[in-house]
């Protein structure tokens, strides 16, 4: 599957950013959706998973509150509704798709987007 994300951008501290990921090329509703960032030199760190009828998600603590991942397999794209934006929340968001293993591991992810890249200005 062919995924590319986008809405990444400049926002101040406090502000909100809606990120998209669209899927293509096999079937969507077959992949657990998940989102990670990385800063420059560190680790892909999981962010939020979206299972594949959307009906459970799970979220990293620190975003807990914050960040609602969702999805519509109607158009074949997953969300990441960022609100409350902190600059420590400042890296380069990537989806991934997965069909098994821990959801927050990203060996386990099998199709990955190219990353839209978040700055929050404190």
């Known amino acids: 599957v062919q995924l590319q994300a986008s809405g990444g951008g400049l926002v101040q501290a406090g502000g909100s950013l809606r990120l998209s990921c669209a899927a293509s090329g096999r079937t969507f509703s077959n992949y657990g959706m998940g989102w990670f960032r990385q800063t420059p030199g560190k680790e892909r760190n999981f962010v939020a998973y979206?299972?594949?009828?959307?009906?459970?998600?799970y979220y990293a603590d620190s975003v807990k509150g914050r960040f609602t991942i969702s999805r519509d397999n109607a158009v074949n794209t997953v969300y990441l509704q960022m609100n409350s934006l902190k600059p420590e929340d400042t890296a380069v968001y990537y989806c991934?798709?997965?069909?098994?293993?821990?959801?927050?591991?990203?060996?386990?992810?099998?199709?990955w987007g190219q990353g839209t890249e978040v700055t929050v200005s404190s």
């Open positions: 979206i299972i594949r009828s959307g009906g459970t998600t």
């Open positions: 991934a798709a997965v069909t098994s293993g821990s959801v927050d591991n990203p060996k386990n992810y099998h199709y």
